[in-house]
T-cell receptor
Framework: DSGVTQTPKHLITATGQRVTLRCSPR?????VYWYQQSLDQGLQFLIQ???????AKGNILERFSAQQFPDLHSELNLSSLELGDSALYFC???????????FGEGSRLTVL | GENVEQHPSTLSVQEGDSAVIKCTYS??????FPWYKQELGKRPQLIID?????GEKKDQRIAVTLNKTAKHFSLHITETQPEDSAVYFC????????????FGTGTRLKVLA
């Protein structure tokens, strides 16, 4: 158990819909990262937050948005879903100063 | 832009043999190089890392080497075992207050018994 909690674990929805994925980082970790992993693909960096502020943005679509709340949990919002958005979405947190990423178990999104 | 190339994409070795995975990064300011192992259906987990002030680091059967001049780093696994079968990701990261990661595309390692 990495200490990073992601919900839901599995989600099935239809094209055009909107979903919210939630991540609670490890206690004391200020950084939260979101990654998308499509089937048999690598880890595509979406976005990073540090203590509530956006720090870096990767290949995140305009239909996707995220935020980190004062209690440090983060949400990734995916809207106008397309079949190609089906993937495993990982959240990771990192303690200050070390650089190590602790990944959650992921949220598997299936868009039908 | 910033990029990390990883080779090979797949690697099959006989149990007991060694495996080597290589990565090249583009951002010369990168100063932290972790390796993550992802078993099938599971989350990536850190197995070893190296910082730019060190050329080599070893932990039991795994080792990582870094050549800053060539912007190249490698993962070495000796005496491979079936449980080493997984996807391995390298990453290059810059510590600028927080860490900005760029991951390689992954190497699927199969250890044949």
């Amino acid at each position: 158990d990495s200490g990073v909690t992601q919900t839901p674990k599995h989600l099935i929805t239809a094209t055009g819909q909107r979903v919210t994925l939630r991540c609670s980082p490890r206690s004391g970790d200020l950084s939260v990262y979101w990654y998308q992993q499509s089937l048999d693909q690598g880890l595509q960096f979406l976005i990073q937050y540090y203590n509530g502020e956006e720090r870096a943005k990767g290949n995140i679509l305009e239909r996707f948005s995220a935020q980190q709340f004062p209690d440090l949990h983060s949400e990734l919002n995916l809207s106008s879903l397309e079949l190609g958005d089906s993937a495993l979405y990982f959240c990771a947190s990192s303690p200050p100063g070390t650089g190590e990423l602790f990944f959650g178990e992921g949220s598997r999104l299936t868009v039908l | 832009g910033e990029n990390v190339e990883q080779h090979p994409s797949t690697l099959s070795v006989q149990e007991g043999d060694s495996a080597v995975i290589k990565c090249t990064y583009s951002d010369s300011a990168s100063n932290y190089f972790p390796w993550y192992k992802q078993e099938l259906g599971k989350r990536p987990q850190l197995i070893i890392d190296i910082r730019s002030n060190v050329g080599e680091k070893k932990d039991q059967r795994i080792a990582v080497t870094l050549n800053k001049t060539a912007k190249h780093f490698s993962l070495h696994i000796t005496e491979t075992q079936p449980e080493d079968s997984a996807v391995y990701f390298c990453a290059a990261s810059l510590n600028s207050g927080t860490y900005k990661y760029i991951f390689g595309t992954g190497t699927r390692l199969k250890v044949l018994a």
